[in-house]
């Protein structure tokens, strides 16, 4: 079976435990203001005109994001790194984009993953069909499962959809009995005042117990220089990175609740 990656990132640290392969897949359906990746939401192959003067002289040439892909080639790749995880206890992360996006393709390579025994992390921000996570739920050691924002309309605004299908499908997975770590992206003036915080806090304190942690992701502006890079326009243009007490104040505010927190991935 074939699907559509853009990038293979080796020795990640952050994407879930040990050291990790992730496998950016293509194609997102949700457009979030601050993504860190806006070359990975359009599902198609894209090309961009990279420009570089040097010496007075320009030179451009033809950056090409995406490429079709076999999952027994994708496998072979992925084996290359198999002493690492070994090593560091880590794996394989798919991440995005969305890879719920293409869950054939998805489905079949965590088979082949688990075959050879890799530890498997999905990075999903959950807006896809509630039988799609039934489909790979079995095959998954973790899921990094993103919420971004509790009040729906705010949502909508930000991201492009509803939050309904992400909560009900966090909800399903964790009544399936799923490990899962949620992912909160901390934006300045989008999702950090009081009353977002209250929000995501009431949504959760039920859910507690089957949470196995949450992370709380540090907004910063690096994507700027991406989006003119590949020559898309960025809302947040121009928004510094917030000062690194307030997500300390966010971590012990949940830690007070009783939950496991972090700032960053693991
Ligand atoms: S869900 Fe992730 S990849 Fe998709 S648009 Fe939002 S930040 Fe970008």
Request: aromatic letters at 10%; hydrophobic letters at 35%; glycine letters at 6%.
């Amino acid at each position: 079976m074939e699907g559509k990656i853009f990038d293979i990132k080796r020795f990640a640290l952050n994407d879930g435990p040990g050291i990790r392969t992730t496998v950016f897949f293509k194609g997102c359906p949700l457009k979030c203001s601050w993504c860190h990746n806006p070359e990975s939401i359009s599902t198609k192959i894209e090309e961009f005109e990279q420009v570089r003067e040097l010496g007075g002289q320009r030179f451009s040439s033809i950056q090409t994001i995406g490429k079709i892909i076999s999952s027994d080639s994708l496998l072979s790749e992925l084996s290359k790194d198999e002493q690492f995880f070994q090593q560091s206890e880590g794996g394989i992360t798919f991440s995005g984009g969305e890879p719920m996006l293409q869950v054939e393709f998805l489905s079949d390579i965590i088979t082949k993953c688990k075959n050879k025994n890799y530890n498997v992390v999905i990075d999903t921000a959950g807006f896809c069909k509630q039988a799609d996570f039934d489909h790979i739920l079995d095959q998954v050691d973790l899921f990094l499962y993103d919420i971004k924002i509790i009040d729906e309309k705010k949502h909508m605004d930000y991201t492009g959809v509803s939050n309904s299908v992400v909560l009900r499908n966090l909800e399903f997975i964790l009544d399936k009995g799923a490990n899962v770590i949620i992912r909160v992206p901390i934006i300045p003036d989008i999702n950090n005042e009081d009353q977002d915080l209250k929000l995501l806090e009431e949504y959760l304190i039920d859910k507690k117990d089957r949470i196995r942690e949450i992370h709380f992701l540090p907004f910063h502006n690096a994507a700027e220089s991406k989006y003119k890079r590949f020559n898309k326009d960025y809302d947040l243009n121009g928004i510094k990175s917030q000062n690194p007490q307030e997500l300390i104040d966010i971590k012990e505010r949940f830690e007070s609740k009783g939950f496991n927190v972090m700032i960053g991935g693991l």
